[in-house]
């Protein structure tokens, strides 16, 4: 079987396969264009008689729950990314199933990080045939390099709900880490010894999978609430020493930048959602993990506070600089997906005000609207831009790739979408002719933030009217590259062969683009 | 003569920089490794960049490592040049185009309330740093540069002169103190530099070797613009002779360095700034008194700022026009407390309402109310709504709160 195959340009001009993984997929149509019209997933219903009466589901140790839950060759198993770079649970699933002599797995994070660098050792060996989820770091590289047997296969958050949910994909074993549990699987994020916050993730899988394991390292007495998984979801529920590190919940994204540069950026973007009009009394927003982001959640602040306005709710993955907003009156509510670190752990636990949400809600296609959608403004970062608006966040310019999907097509939603980019990056520009890997469609990005100016979208007269006066610096995305080109020159392009390794799905589950093998 | 030179920087929080050691052979012809990042993207042309360089200098044999981490191709030609200098003596000097807005100049009374520093051997702050908006920005070969790295920063910053687009910034160089410094001007002056700023004065003799070696310079190459002067007072025999300075030729503002100030006179520099009260206000008497500006030291703590504003309205009290900056973030609380206050701008409105009143009716004494206004106060005025209108005074909805124009 080839790994992809029957190649058609889509609507977007990207050459994609329209069978991978053995299984027929549809070419990208246009955003709102395709809507699919069966029933959805049907998982296999359980009896209650199956289960012990007195709630009691402990066993062993993973490898019993696994062993227990039928694992064999070709299955799908999926997890969370809760503890993002601290996960020690998913390692672990595959060194039990090497030892199990498991073989041709497939892995369905919501998102991977550098600590799941040691499964490349089972993709070598067999045990996982392929990744479907974020691949970054590591793992990105070495899809990228075409070493993994399966395409790789990158979903949005809400395309994951999505592709679960309505039967896309069929989950045969859940293994979802919860801070505490107690003995029938009601489990939550936020009580234990290493929590890690809301478990807006694991919904689809334990909702939709043939058997669920929860792991914990805090079993409390029933009931263990708030219960974020229901113990009528559950299968099993396993002992370990230690589920994961918090401490690398945090990383390098959620801290506030320090470089002058990055700082002018987000500076600039809170002006211009100001100036636009944006920044009023009940407004709602999103600012995604990055430094930048989160510095501009900061100057927004100051234009609050300036004022004398407050926010409605800001939509989470949200850190302490959201949660200080809450405290301090100015905001009414924090919606949380996944705490991106400590501080908003303990806020989501003690502030009523701090609402865990799921994934389906907030950003799944399949729903009847979208939180997202609702958003007045989303600020994100992203690698690559090009002059037609469309974004790049999971590949390099040399193209491969090494960023994480995460939510960000499904941020494309909101009323204005901004994103907010260094200009260039050592040397390499980041405004290009043509994106590298194409993940949101240019209708789909409204503005564009540089320390060297703001484009804004054509497609958006009303932004262009609205901020004209501003004094802020508004440029031609073209004026602009010339600027950056006449810097830095004009780069090579990447040497791509033409072999696929992975797809990008557009939320809606067809294929926007290919990502293929680098030249070694 | 050396076989071996090296240049620049290069490690893992190395960022625009890169390292360039030349190693001179006999035979062999060229030999070019290029170490980076980029060599997928601008390896070909970085290569041919470097072998015109050592073309240029006439070098056949030579093996040449560039270890680089995202460097531009200004950082790249200084690193080798510097390399190849430290390996055979040589005059030349490998100068790519100057920027066409490099060829600009600047007026003796332009704003010059912030003056950026940057370390001139550190090119990745350069490179954006006129975006900030400062009014000046400073290529510093003295105080940030390490002894050892003095010979490659004045290669650095004459390329950077030449290659950096400062977006409008006065384009500024501090040179070493004298008489070392005198050398600097050899690589700064041909390269359209608008403003040299002279460490630790003491005497308008210091004064005026810089200008005789700056017009031997201009005269050798034929160059016809000018090259304003900002002497940094920074001891007490500085505050003793600051007028004598003031009032030497091509000098458009006093400075006063507070760091070795304080130490020369034997304190510390407190944020309240008593121990420098009588230096601070000797330097703007003088620089007044000469007709020239009065700048005030940099406020080095640049997390508080907070206190930088209260240093800035301190300054602004005692009659300086501006200060220094070490960190971009600096400069918008600088222009923003040096802008003149609503009052200001309003009694400054009224007097030129009052000046152009009695312009249009041919009246020679200007007076508001009953009031006489003389002719400096009527020049304040009119500087007032200057400062007003690039001074900050502006909502971020565009809505000037004050100035006419």
């Known amino acids: ?520 | 003569m050396a076989k071996i030179g090296t240049a620049g920087n290069y490690g893992k929080k190395v960022r625009s920089d890169c390292k360039a050691t030349i190693e001179l052979t006999d035979s062999g012809s060229l030999q070019i490794e290029f170490i980076s990042k980029l060599e997928a993207y601008f390896g070909d042309h970085i290569k041919s960049l470097i072998e015109a360089e050592l073309k240029f200098f006439g070098i056949k044999n030579a093996k040449l490592t560039l270890e680089d981490r995202g460097s531009l191709d200004y950082v790249i030609a200084a690193r080798v040049e510097a390399a190849i200098k430290k390996a055979i003596e040589t005059e030349k000097e490998f100068l790519l185009d100057i920027l066409p807005q490099n060829f600009n100049q600047t007026e003796k009374d332009k704003l010059r309330r912030s003056r950026l520093y940057l370390p001139g051997n550190t090119p990745k702050l350069a490179l954006n740093a006129g975006l900030h908006k400062p009014d000046e920005i400073i290529l510093d070969l003295e105080d940030s540069v390490a002894p050892d790295k003095k010979f490659e920063a004045a290669i650095m910053v004459r390329n950077a002169l030449r290659s950096v687009n400062f977006y409008g910034a006065e384009r500024a160089v501090r040179i070493n103190q004298l008489p070392a410094g005198l050398q600097d001007l050899d690589h700064v002056v041909p390269q359209h530099v608008n403003l040299i700023l002279v460490p630790k004065t003491e005497s308008a003799d210091q004064i005026e070797a810089v200008n005789e070696k700056i017009a031997e310079i201009k005269k050798a190459r034929k160059l016809d613009y000018n090259i304003w002067l900002m002497p940094i007072i920074e001891s007490a025999l500085g505050v003793i002779n600051s007028y004598e300075i003031a009032k030497g030729e091509n000098v458009v503002a006093l400075a006063i360095g507070l760091e070795d100030y304080t130490a020369d006179i034997g304190t510390q520099r407190t944020n309240e700034g008593k121990e420098s009260f009588f230096a601070r206000s000797q330097v703007v008497n003088s620089a007044k008194a000469a007709k020239i500006q009065a700048i005030d030291s940099v406020f080095s703590d640049v997390n508080d700022m907070e206190a930088l504003k209260q240093n800035v309205l301190n300054s602004k009290a005692l009659g300086f026009d501006g200060m220094g900056c070490i960190h971009p973030r600096q400069i918008v609380v600088i222009h923003e407390n040096f802008a003149p206050t609503e009052k200001e701008i309003e009694k400054a409105q009224n007097i030129v309402a009052a000046y152009n009143e009695a312009k249009e009716k041919g009246l020679g004494v200007v007076s508001l109310g009953s009031k006489m206004i003389d002719a400096p106060v009527v020049k304040r005025a009119f500087r007032t709504l200057k400062l007003a209108d690039i001074g900050g005074n502006i909502e971020p909805h565009g809505k000037k709160t004050g100035g006419n124009k």
């Open chain 1, 1 to 520: 079987m080839k790994k992809a195959d029957k190649f058609v340009k889509n609507a977007a001009g990207r050459v994609v396969p329209t069978i991978v993984n053995g299984r027929e997929v549809i070419a990208f149509q246009g955003v709102g264009k395709y809507k699919p019209t069966h029933t959805g997933a049907s998982p296999r219903v359980p009896t209650s008689a199956d289960y012990p009466k007195d709630g009691n589901k402990i066993v062993e140790n993973l490898k019993e729950a696994l062993s227990k839950a039928g694992i064999k060759d070709g299955m799908t198993i999926s997890t969370h990314h809760h503890y993002r770079n601290g996960d020690f649970v998913s390692n672990l699933i595959f060194d039990i199933a090497a030892e199990l002599g498991v073989k041709n797995l497939r892995w369905l994070p919501s998102a991977a990080f550098p600590c799941n660098e040691p499964l490349i050792k089972h993709l070598e060996s067999g045990v996982i045939h392929h990744i479907e989820g974020s691949l970054n770091g590591p793992l990105g590289n070495y899809c990228s390099h075409g070493k993994m047997k399966g395409m790789g296969y990158l979903r949005s958050h809400g395309g994951r709900y999505r592709a679960i949910s309505d039967g896309e994909v069929h989950v045969d074993i859940a293994v979802m880490c919860a801070s505490a549990a107690d003995m029938t699987g009601n489990a939550n994020g936020i009580l234990g010894k290493h929590p890690f916050g809301p478990m807006g993730f694991t919904k689809a899988d334990v909702k939709n999978a043939d058997k669920t394991i929860v792991v914990t390292d805090t079993l409390i007495p029933y009931p263990c609430y708030p219960w974020e998984i229901m113990g009528s979801d559950v299968d099993y529920v396993v002992m370990v020493d230690k589920i994961g590190d918090p401490d690398k919940i945090v990383s390098g994204t959620t801290r506030i930048t320090k470089s002058p540069d990055r700082l002018l950026i987000a500076e600039y973007c809170a002006k211009f959602v100001d100036a636009a009009g944006i920044v009023k009394d009940g407004f709602c927003f999103q600012a995604g993990a990055g430094g930048t982001s989160l510095a501009f959640v900061k100057f927004v602040k100051e234009i609050m506070l300036k004022k004398g306005i407050k926010a409605r709710a800001i939509l989470g993955g949200n850190t302490k600089y959201q949660v200080e907003l809450l405290k301090e009156g100015l905001t009414d509510y924090l919606l949380e997906g996944q705490a991106f670190d400590l501080e908003t752990i303990k806020s989501i636990r003690d502030n009523a005000n701090h609402i865990a949400l799921g994934v389906f809600e907030s950003y799944d296609y399949h729903s009847k609207g979208n939180i997202a959608s609702m958003m007045d403004a989303i600020v994100l970062g992203s690698t690559e831009v090009d002059v037609n608006f469309n974004a790049n966040c999971v590949s390099h310019s040399d193209g491969r790739m090494l960023h994480g999907i995460g939510g960000f097509q499904n941020c494309m939603m909101a009323k204005c979408t901004i994103l907010t980019v260094p200009s260039f990056r050592d040397r390499i520009p980041v405004i290009k002719d043509k994106v590298t890997t194409l993940v949101a469609p240019g209708e789909m990005v409204d503005v564009i933030i540089t320390e060297r100016g703001i484009c804004i979208n054509p497609l958006r007269k009303d932004l262009i009217e609205a901020t004209k006066d501003s004094g802020l610096p508004i440029r031609d995305i073209h004026d602009l590259k010339a600027e950056i080109d006449a810097i830095c020159g004009t780069p090579a392009k990447p040497k791509l062969t033409n072999e696929a390794v992975a797809v990008v799905e557009w939320v809606d589950g067809t294929i926007l683009d290919t990502i293929w093998k680098v030249e070694q």
